[in-house]
């Protein structure tokens, strides 16, 4: 037989009810327009010509359509490179003039896929000189003027550190497993403050059985650093130690093998070729805090910090690169 409430314990319940109803209030927040900025995106690799990326700021609740997308590149900037020797001009070039070769060409060294460069018109800014490409060991500072905003930033090329071996390895050695990892042994200079990033790039090209718009196709367009491609030596300063790496993708791949059990993973049959930068203090500090900003997906339960940055009067990075490129076939 069930047991039946109190009459006075129903009204109570009833009463709270109302009460709590009766409090709940529609509250409306006007957030406030944040001032526009400049977004640099800049990079310089030794043997390299300079690439920047400017863009303006974009508000949290802004369209982001191709049309939207395509008016936030800064146009008609004035953008100057210096080395220490020489102050250039960089030239602004937009991909719609490019041939699709060029286009190839600047989407491996922005880190895109040619599809996703293909898709609008990115304008950016670089230059043809020889003599202001990167150089190991120069201080490039890079100054930025259009109308009401001036911006600056310096980076270094620091002199490259060889990577010892590379090697492919399935976890627990599972002859019935084909993924695995890139494993890799680094010996660190006897110098603190050194700090690194790691690139990776498919050579090979998927099998037949891929889906047809992959199928004989380049696995890797461009070389793609996973989350957590930085760090430094704070913990094996001048030491030699071994170190692994999984498998990045690039944003919003809808690629079969980003998204099934091969996400992350090397393959068995795989070509890789690594790209081992080493970087300058402020570059790490930029890319650490923005993958650190990425890996928490804007968790309420994260520890909350500003993103880094080593542009004046802007946001973003200009950063210097002293590469090592080396390649691994995973057997």
Not at 51 to 59: D, E, R
Not at 153 to 169: A, G, P, Q
Not at 173 to 183: C, R
Request: charged fraction near 20%; charge should be negative; aromatic fraction near 12%.
């Amino acid at each position: 037989m069930r047991k039946l409430l109190p009459a006075y314990s129903v009204l109570i319940f009833t009463l709270i009810t109302f009460l709590v109803i009766g409090c709940s209030k529609e509250i409306t927040v006007d957030l406030p327009d944040a001032q526009s900025q400049i977004v640099v995106e800049g990079s310089i690799e030794q043997g390299q010509p300079p690439i920047v990326l400017l863009t303006y700021s974009q508000g949290y609740f802004d369209p982001t359509d191709i049309t939207s997308l395509e008016s936030y590149f800064v146009r008609g900037a004035n953008v100057t490179l210096n080395n220490g020797t020489i102050t250039e001009t960089l030239i602004e070039i937009c991909t719609d003039d490019l041939t699709e070769e060029q286009q190839v060409q600047i989407a491996e060294l922005l880190g895109i896929s040619p599809e996703t460069l293909s898709t609008f018109n990115v304008c950016g800014y670089t230059s043809l000189n020889p003599a202001i490409w990167g150089e190991e060991g120069k201080v490039y500072t890079l100054q930025i003027v259009k109308d009401n905003h001036n911006l600056k930033s310096v980076t270094k090329i620091n002199n490259v550190v060889e990577l010892d071996s590379l090697w492919f390895k399935i976890p627990n050695d599972n002859p019935e497993d084909s993924l695995g990892f890139i494993y890799g042994i680094l010996t660190d200079p006897d110098s603190t403050g050194n700090a690194y990033r790691w690139f990776a790039k498919r050579i090979n090209q998927y099998p037949s059985w891929s889906p047809d718009d992959l199928a004989g196709t380049q696995k890797d367009q461009s070389f793609i650093a996973p989350l957590g491609s930085v760090f430094d030596d704070s913990f094996f300063n001048g030491l030699s130690f071994e170190f692994a790496y999984f498998r990045g993708r690039t944003a919003n791949s809808m690629k079969f093998d980003d998204n099934n059990a091969e996400a992350g993973y090397f393959k068995r049959g795989d070509t890789i070729v690594v790209r081992g930068c080493v970087i300058d203090r402020k570059s790490f500090k930029y890319i650490d805090s923005y993958e650190n900003q990425i890996s928490t997906q804007g968790s309420p339960f994260s520890v909350p910090f500003n993103l880094e940055s080593n542009v004046e009067g802007g946001l973003g990075a200009f950063i210097g690169y002293g590469a090592v490129y080396d390649t691994v076939i995973c057997q």
